[in-house]
């Protein structure tokens, strides 16, 4: 079994250090603490895969050492141990993310089991999650998020960092850009992925019901509330929350969520009782956060609170090399939903894709080529199947540039501006020129083209 580092959290000595011995005999790393404050001091700097807590310490409980421990690293795995055993505890235990419940007294073997159990389980979601990040580098993209241009990959690197930790992420982008799909990506990655994953879309309620909507009431808070209502940040409670537009919350509601996000206690409206929540905050938004507090749209407190990571997610005209790789993804997926017999697109449809600015971002792109696969009349979409809004002034001669000289001085030129337009995506600039992918590369050879970048 694959040794792991552990924290043993006992405040009777002879208990940790028994359990230090038998466990160090196994081959781990063990640290033990004496009291919930000397555990959670022991958390910082130390990567723990696993933790043994007793139930009752002297300066606190247990349970609040579990959720202290899975708030910092949610992948921990968690025994808790306990004299006082009762199923009431266990249950409790349990849904706030213990692996196991365990009553003393217990012999050496089966803790010993126990713990690589819940070791086995931590390499297990480990090994699956680092499959998904290969498997994604390979078919260029991030479950449904495609890119292969290098600030799609710093993306994905990020998303790669943060997805398996704890950390509040905000996500800033273009209407378009697929801030959603990251959101929904990190959350699907998580330690968190098997609870809930909760939306909600700050620009899309009216003022007055988003207080309602995030926190709760209880009946009679207000007219019209005849039943208790549970707020959304408890529903995310062991999950994840996305705060979608997160600037056009109203300026007091950001103050009441800051207080949750520093006490982890929710008050429904009307109530008197707190109620614990534990969830991975994520946010969004369109508008570049710093401009949004110098325009008080946003408050500076929270947003120091909600970017611990921030992503953002550029914006299509900035990697048109994308385009290729996300018209064949979208191409394949319209032709099949509404059975198209719809199989290529021609050269002078991808020139429009690669020379158009895009403000829509990747959803425009998908509705223009959703429109395409509908209206076109044979295998192939050409120019009259795109939408109007595409335009029909702009065309690859644009890029091209004005004649150089001498037919090859031009076509050289032509190609170098090609690939210099598309970041030297070779599918992208083969179509924007109109050229099969092998006649570039022929053609790049001829003329001492490298193949990639100098």
């Not at 030297?424 to 924007?432: E, I, P, S, V, Y």
Request: net charge neutral.
């Amino acid at each position: 079994m694959k040794a792991g580092r552990i924290l043993v959290v006992d405040d009777e000595p002879t208990m940790a250090d028994g359990l230090r011995l038998v466990l160090e005999a196994e081959g781990h790393s063990v640290v033990t603490a004496g009291s919930a404050a000397q555990a959670v001091e022991a958390t910082n700097g130390h990567g723990f895969h696993l933790a043994i807590v007793d139930l009752v310490l002297p300066d606190g409980d247990g349970l609040g050492v579990l959720r202290e421990l899975k708030r910092r690293d949610s992948a921990m795995e968690v025994i808790m141990i306990t004299a006082h055993g009762s199923i009431p505890k266990a249950v409790e235990a349990t849904k706030e993310g213990a692996f196991y419940f365990v009553a003393k007294p217990f012999d050496a073997e089966e803790i010993t089991a126990l713990v690589g159990k819940a070791l086995e389980r931590r390499w297990l979601v480990a090994e699956a999650t680092d499959l998904k990040r290969r498997l994604a580098k390979t078919t260029g993209g991030y479950g449904e998020i495609l890119g292969n241009a290098p600030p799609m990959q710093r993306v994905f690197e990020l998303m790669d960092a943060v997805a398996t930790s704890d950390a509040n992420v905000l996500i800033v982008g273009e209407s378009g850009t697929g801030k959603e799909l990251v959101a929904d990506a990190i959350h699907a990655r998580s330690p968190r992925s098997q609870g809930p994953w909760v939306k909600i879309n700050c620009a899309a309620l009216p003022k007055d019901l988003i207080e309602s909507e995030l926190f709760g009431h209880v009946k009679g808070a207000f007219t019209g509330a005849t039943t208790d209502k549970v707020g959304l940040l408890e529903e995310a409670h062991r999950g994840s929350i996305l705060l979608d537009e997160i600037t056009e919350m109203p300026l007091d509601l950001q103050a009441k969520l800051l207080r949750v996000l520093e006490e982890r206690l929710v008050r429904r409206i009307g109530g008197s009782r707190t109620i614990p929540v534990d969830f991975r905050l994520i946010t969004s938004s369109n508008r570049t956060p710093e401009d949004a507090v110098k325009e008080g749209r946003l408050r500076q407190d929270l947003y120091f609170r909600i970017n611990t990571v921030t992503i953002t997610l550029p914006p299509l005209r900035e990697r048109p090399g994308d385009i290729p790789l996300l018209a064949r993804h979208y191409l394949q997926r319209f032709a099949a939903k509404h059975g198209r017999p719809v199989e290529t697109i021609s050269p002078e449809a991808y020139r429009r894709f690669l020379v158009h600015p895009w403000p829509g971002n990747v959803r425009e792109l998908e509705h223009a080529i959703e429109r395409a696969v509908l209206v076109a009349r044979g295998p192939e979409i050409g120019m009259g199947d795109l939408p109007e809004s595409l335009g029909v002034s702009t065309d690859a001669a644009a890029i091209a540039g004005p004649p150089l000289g001498s037919l090859e001085e031009i076509e050289r030129a032509s190609i170098l501006r090609a690939l210099e337009s598309t970041g030297w995506n070779k599918q992208a600039a083969a179509a924007l020129l109109g050229l099969r992918r092998p006649t570039l590369y022929s053609k790049m050879r001829k003329h001492g083209i490298p193949q990639r970048r100098s």
